[in-house]
């Protein structure tokens, strides 16, 4: 028999209540509790699971059986880490002391994940104890995600090509209330330093200012270089490889929230007129540069100086089709070739990802944004995630058509105090992954 929200809810709120945080203040005992309660539950849903120690967190790995053992093979994935709940003074409630107020759970982990992955893994666990699961699934969740971790990805790529059907990641949500989606794509990222050099040391403005190179106005020049006009569009140098949306896509943005709000519940201006005008566009099918901070050395002292250092850290996403350190690679040869003599260069990786994207007609696509409208009675938008998520692009290097989608809302506070998910929308996301496993039996 099938249980109740009220009975999930409170099961969640048991997972929730263990402070799996990842991101530096937790405990490997906490990591490990969560771990073990999500092992747990899968063996109680009538399948088996282990834990798979890895370098940093383990990996939960577990198998439910489809009701006839047989059907297509499909992958579950989600996150048991969560974020850090600083500054602990601005929820609330306490981050770990789950509690519904107006409607919606509050706790850390709410959304992003526990909730989201709570509400598949009840989902499927929900048709195997009414002998109706189609799919036999392979369920794997991390403890790294929130950390940029890659012992996941490592697992799936040891996985033997043609392990799995499709797969389905509840990490993700609807673009608004009464608006489901699926993400067909993700973004890459590289995230990474460049420093300009243009002397020994730093010099007296007084008396070189106006005549000595400044490593910051270098710097910045070259910032705006990567740009190429007004409009915020790269160099098309860092184009190679973008392919244009797909139809589907192209009719989804047209459906969305009005691009001046979203900014405007984000807390920022828009880039301008032609953003605003093409901005899922940007934000999720071109490549797109930020700088995330700019400084010279002492730059909160006083001092007027030339100075002969100065360093910007940036942020790059990429879209599918393009290949990380080739894009890398262009960045660096433009910007050489833009630098006046006597200034020198220096980059420096933090990290590196590649994007992904997937044919949204494509029959596992197809199948759950069918069944996720059945399901809800709602719209479901075709698009991507703006942001990386480096599980996807590994199973779309492995030829497996993956369903990103989930319960979540936009402003549900992900990072941020006072996380929630609200109850309705958790019982959407049951209704939408029995849906979608129901469905992925005739793949």
Not at 296 to 305: P, S
Request: negative net charge; charged residues 20%.
């Amino acid at each position: 028999m099938s249980r109740t929200t009220e009975e999930l809810i409170e099961e969640l709120c048991e997972f929730l209540r263990i402070p799996s945080i990842s991101s530096g203040d937790g405990t490997p005992e906490d990591i490990a509790a969560a771990a073990m309660w999500v092992r747990d539950r899968i063996v109680a849903a009538g399948g088996t699971a282990e834990l798979v120690p890895t370098q940093v967190n383990p990996l939960v790995v577990g198998q439910l059986p489809s009701s006839t053992g047989t059907g297509p093979r499909v992958l579950l994935y989600g996150h048991y880490d969560v974020q850090t709940v600083a500054p602990l003074e601005d929820w609330t409630t306490p981050p770990f002391e789950p509690t519904i107020r107006d409607g919606a759970l509050y706790a850390r982990g709410a959304s992003d994940d526990k909730g989201n992955f709570h509400a598949l893994l009840s989902a499927a666990a929900g048709l195997a104890a009414e002998g109706a699961l189609p799919v036999q699934l392979t369920i794997v969740l991390d403890g790294e995600e929130e950390v940029g971790g890659h012992s996941v990805i490592d697992w799936i790529e040891q996985q033997p090509a043609g392990s799995y059907d499709a797969a389905v990641v509840f990490d993700a949500g609807f673009v608004a209330p009464g608006h489901a989606a699926i993400e067909a794509g993700v973004r890459g990222v590289i995230t990474g330093t460049i420093t300009v050099r243009t002397g020994e040391r730093d010099a007296h403005s007084g008396l070189y200012g106006g005549g000595a190179l400044n490593a910051a106005h270098v710097l910045s020049r070259l910032i705006s270089d990567l740009e190429a006009g007004p409009d915020g569009r790269l160099h098309e140098s860092l184009m190679a490889g973008v392919a244009p949306a797909s139809p589907i896509e192209e009719a989804a943005w047209a459906t969305l929230p009005d691009p001046a709000g979203e900014l405007a519940i984000a807390g920022i201006a828009p880039k301008g007129p032609e953003a605003l005008a093409d901005y899922y566009r940007r934000t999720t099918a071109m490549p797109t540069f930020d700088v995330n901070a700019i400084t010279c050395r002492d730059a909160g002292a006083n001092r007027t100086i030339v100075p002969c250092e100065a360093t910007a850290a940036v942020s790059f996403r990429l879209v599918g089709g393009q290949d990380a350190q080739a894009f890398w690679q262009a960045i660096q040869d433009l910007l050489h070739s833009r630098a006046p003599e006597g200034a020198t260069l220096e980059f420096a990786v933090r990290g590196m990802a590649e994007g992904a994207a997937f044919d949204p007609e494509l029959p596992a696509i197809r199948l759950a944004r069918e069944a996720i409208e059945a399901a809800t009675g709602m719209p479901c938008a075709v698009t991507r995630s703006g942001g990386a998520i480096p599980l996807v692009t590994a199973l779309a290097k492995q030829g497996v058509p993956t369903v990103l989608s989930g319960c979540a809302l936009p402003n549900d506070r992900i990072h941020a105090p006072d996380e929630h998910l609200r109850v309705d929308q958790y019982a959407l996301g049951v209704a939408m992954g029995r849906a979608i496993l129901t469905a992925f039996g005739q793949l």
